[in-house]
């Protein structure tokens, strides 16, 4: 892949003039620089924004998140998913407070040995906030890039990504100010013009003249990308096991998906009735009501749960499990969002009693 210079000019000037002004950009600090672009692997700047906002609050400097309470933390990254982006950031918060004097490291390379910290987010942090010429490619650069220059590889495979991020680097300007635009510029491009999933608007872009896809007329169906696997589809029973005022939780083991959130307990595959009283009997626990709940579905990036509820009223308080008030399901315990359905179900029967 081959870059050449030209766009480096319109590009900026571009983003000069219509860049969006995102907190993140108004206080480009390397601490917020550095949420930011965490917050956003996976989640849509709108839907980010107050995530962003509420969690700078809490913890506005490193300091506060390498000292974060854990539960604190979760529950202000509940509903952003991907829940290990929260833990990595808390546990690279405590290595910048032993290891690095409190301040994010100012080169790429350092930045890349912190916990949830890859070529992009280093990349990203080094180039906005300090200013170095160090790319920052992703799948929205990639796109761009891909139709820029007509390249018709599959943008997933691992030497696309470096050949982009040494042709970037090639032609990546040196002074800080315009090394901390031209990241920028990229990212905007890719998210406001050069769009993914439908034709790019090419009218509005400033690099019109200069894209190879365009004058092709291939940009649309650029980037290539092999297929993906199907997801895996799993069928799992929610308990929602009721005593009083309260609701059960458990916590999900150390390792694997979710892990460490808290959760509703849960069966593998769909039970019946019959089968949700056995098994909780055979736990010492006292049904004296079940009743089916509703059903849900949540689709993971490589796997969807199947979920079907049933409500139960307990004899005792269930031992071996947390209990939760709705008040506290709301402000102490991080329920990730696969469990969306049944925490509905179960605020409904809290809140009528
Ligand atoms: Fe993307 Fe069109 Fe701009 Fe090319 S001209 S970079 S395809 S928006």
Redesign the pocket.
């Known amino acids: 892949m081959k870059l050449t210079p030209e766009i480096v000019s319109p590009l900026l000037d571009w983003y000069r003039r219509y860049g969006r002004p995102l907190p993140w950009r108004e206080s480009a600090t390397p601490y917020h620089v550095w949420i930011s672009e965490i917050m956003l692997q996976q989640t849509r700047i709108e839907a980010a924004l107050p995530y962003y906002r509420r969690f700078l609050e809490a913890f506005p400097t490193v300091a506060d998140l390498a000292g974060a309470d854990d539960d604190r933390l979760m529950k202000l990254w509940e509903g952003l998913g991907y829940y290990s982006r929260a833990r990595n950031l808390k546990k690279a918060a405590e290595r910048v407070m032993s290891d690095f004097g409190g301040s994010l490291p100012r080169s790429a390379e350092a930045l890349r040995t912190l916990p949830g910290i890859g070529d992009y987010t280093a990349g990203a942090i080094a180039s906005i906030a300090y200013g170095l010429p160090a790319p920052a490619v992703d799948g929205n650069v990639l796109r ?1 890039l891909s ?2 220059t007509a390249d018709e590889r599959d943008v997933l495979r691992e030497g696309v990504k470096r050949e982009a991020t040494a042709a970037l680097r090639e032609i990546y300007p040196t002074s800080p100010e315009d090394a901390a635009a031209m990241t920028q510029a990229l990212m905007e491009l890719g998210e406001v ?2 769009i993914p999933n439908g034709a ?3 009218d509005a ?1 400033p ?2 003249t200069l ?1 190879e ?2 004058r092709l007329g291939i ?1 649309e169906r650029l980037p290539t990308r092999a297929k993906k696997p199907e997801r895996t589809k799993e069928k799992r029973t929610v308990l929602l096991l009721f005593h009083g005022r309260t609701v059960a939780l458990s916590r999900r083991g150390e390792d694997g998906l979710l892990s460490g959130m808290w959760e509703f307990p849960s069966r593998d595959g769909h039970l019946t009735e019959s089968e949700v009283e056995a098994a909780l009997r055979a736990e010492g626990l006292t049904p004296v009501a079940i009743a089916s709940g509703p059903r849900g579905k949540h689709v993971f990036s490589h796997r969807e749960w199947h979920l079907t509820t049933y409500l139960v009223t307990l004899a005792s308080p269930p031992v071996g499990y947390v209990t939760a008030t709705v008040e506290e399901l709301a402000d102490t315990y991080a329920l990730p969002s696969a469990f969306r359905v049944p925490l509905a179900a179960v605020r409904e029967r809290l809140e009528a009693l």
């Open positions: 761009v139709r820029l013009v050069c790019p608007h090419c872009c690099l019109r894209c896809g365009r940009a």
